[in-house]
């Protein structure tokens, strides 16, 4: 027996149709798996979509400044994106700033471990490395949670992500070892090159970054590297330039790596340096 033949439907401009092409089509956004139609629960969301974010997290807050940051930034996109539109978006930011909280807190302790085992210069240092590597991070998490900073925390809270997570470290770290770094940091000042000179210039400024009225500390060791901190000068102050200058000057002298010209003779005059013949380009008179 035959199979039937499917019924054949004219449209408006005559052409012919079958009743399966006139069917509407349905919206692929409805389709099972879409997000319209995927549900997470909150075992989903402990078992499967935080443990992913929270590792990436970790991965970033304990990595050296500079490195490969081997994770997909698409594939914890995609968790974040399907949490905040599964209604997740408070329990997410709650997380986050407990994971990052935790990791300040231990951080906090180990540094203030290091500043009663380590000399001045190691304590500094580390606290600068520490700083530069959550930096680094805070910047990875901002991207990873663009979307939910965008929908749940600007709108919703009136506030942004990164701003929060500065005010996580001041508050769990700067704030507790800035009254041991700046007397440190304020000594070095006077002996050039007992901490190095760009981790100077590295705290000092991520440190106004992060607050800027960590500068009331010490006015005069911040204005070294940040402009606008003293108030503007006026004449009075020419001479303490110039005697600030001056010892700068005798300091530097002192310093075992400072090495100088050769003293021995006076500046070259003009008399002294040979002059270089002068070309002529003109054709020679020819020999008489």
């Known amino acids: 027996m035959d199979e039937p033949m499917e019924e054949e439907v004219c449209d408006s401009s005559g052409n012919v149709a079958s009743k399966e092409e006139k069917r509407p089509k349905s919206s692929s956004i409805l389709r099972p798996g879409s997000m319209v139609m995927m549900t997470i629960t909150t075992e989903d969301y402990e078992q499967q979509y935080w443990p992913k974010l929270e590792g ?6 304990t990595m050296t400044p500079g490195d490969y940051i081997p994770i997909s930034y698409e594939q914890m996109y995609s968790c974040v994106y399907k949490c905040v539109c599964k209604q997740f978006s408070e329990r997410l930011y709650k997380d986050l700033l407990e994971q990052i909280s935790n990791h300040l807190e231990d951080l906090c302790v180990q540094l203030q471990k290091r500043y009663y085992e380590l000399d001045s210069k190691e304590y500094v240092e580390k606290f600068n490395f520490s700083m530069n590597q959550y930096l680094q991070a805070m910047a990875g998490i ?9 929908f749940y925390i600007e709108s919703k809270l009136k ?5 929060e997570l500065k005010k996580l470290f001041v508050t769990c770290v700067a704030e507790k070892h800035i009254n041991n770094l700046i007397p440190i940091l304020a000594d070095a000042n006077t ?17 106004h970054a992060l607050k800027p009225d960590f500068s009331a500390h010490h006015p005069q060791l911040f204005a070294k590297y940040i402009p606008n901190i003293l108030p503007p000068s006026t004449p009075d102050d020419i001479q303490h330039y110039i005697d600030e200058t001056a010892q700068m000057q005798r300091d530097l002298k002192t310093h075992p ?32």
């Open 257 to 288: 790596l400072y090495t100088s010209g050769d003293q021995s003779r006076k500046r070259p005059t003009e008399d002294d340096v040979q002059k270089p013949a002068q070309l002529s380009f003109l054709p020679k008179p020819p020999n008489s």
């Open 56 to 61: 990436a997290i970790n991965h970033l807050l």
């Open 142 to 150: 901002a991207t990873i949670f663009i979307y939910m900073n965008r």
């Open 191 to 207: 002996k050039p090159f007992s901490v190095s000179p760009p981790v100077m210039s590295s705290i000092i400024k991520n440190l």
């Open 159 to 163: 506030t942004d992500l990164q701003l």
